[in-house]
């Protein structure tokens, strides 16, 4: 039987943290401990079992949340799913390199964090089961694998562009790249070679 997925939850706000961990127990899942700033999060981080972290961007202490994950995924790749009342630009792009699995911004709901935590773990399993052995998509720089995945999706360049916060020229020159490197004639060879 696959175990209870435990979730650590990096929040400030009390009530918001306190809410969140009753959602997961809702939900199936063991909330392993909240931290209101990024050393707690990453102390906690290395003494449990973590399947998935749910964190928001801005938190108390020298750390942001960003900084916490980048942390935290120096010891184990996990899922990560930001939670923001701040989505500007400049906040999203650094949440991007992270290379979240969501991002839920306040004010959420139920159904909202569900859809993430689902989201969450069925990228991140497809992913860590066939990405990490496959050659063709580790030729590619992380940006390149970004903008694979959601060609993936169905998304097309100006969709990813906005998304990215890059030009469609410069999403347009990324795809060329990626064709360049794997020796595809088009973006849905690429994908057959990754994903299938």
């Given amino acids: 039987m696959e175990h209870t997925k435990n979730v650590l939850i990096i929040e400030d706000e009390m009530l918001i943290a306190k809410d969140l961990a009753y959602l997961l127990e809702d939900m199936g899942y063991e909330n392993v401990g909240i931290a209101n700033n990024g050393d707690k999060a990453i102390e906690l981080f290395c ?18 949340g960003i900084e916490t994950v980048q942390a935290i995924l ?11 009342a701040f989505s500007d ?3 999203v792009e650094r949440a991007i390199s992270t290379a979240p699995a969501s991002f839920l911004t306040k004010p959420y709901n139920e159904r909202s964090v569900q859809i993430a935590i689902d989201l969450a773990f069925a990228n991140f399993s497809k992913k860590s089961l066939k990405l990490e052995e496959n050659e063709i998509y580790q ?4 940006r390149e694998q970004e903008i694979i995945a959601l060609i993936a999706e169905g998304k097309t360049s100006s ?7 890059i030009s469609p020229t410069t999403a347009a020159k990324h795809r060329n790249n990626i064709l360049a490197k794997t020796g595809c004639n088009n973006t849905s060879e690429v994908i057959k070679l990754i994903y299938t």
């Fill in 47 to 64: 003494n449990h079992q973590v399947d998935l972290v749910l964190c928001d961007i801005n938190i108390n202490g020298e750390k942001d």
């Fill in 74 to 84: 120096q010891y184990k790749k996990t899922p990560i799913i930001y939670i923001s």
């Fill in 89 to 91: 630009k400049k906040t």
């Fill in 139 to 142: 030729k590619l720089t992380q």
């Fill in 159 to 165: 969709e990813i562009a906005e998304q990215l916060y």
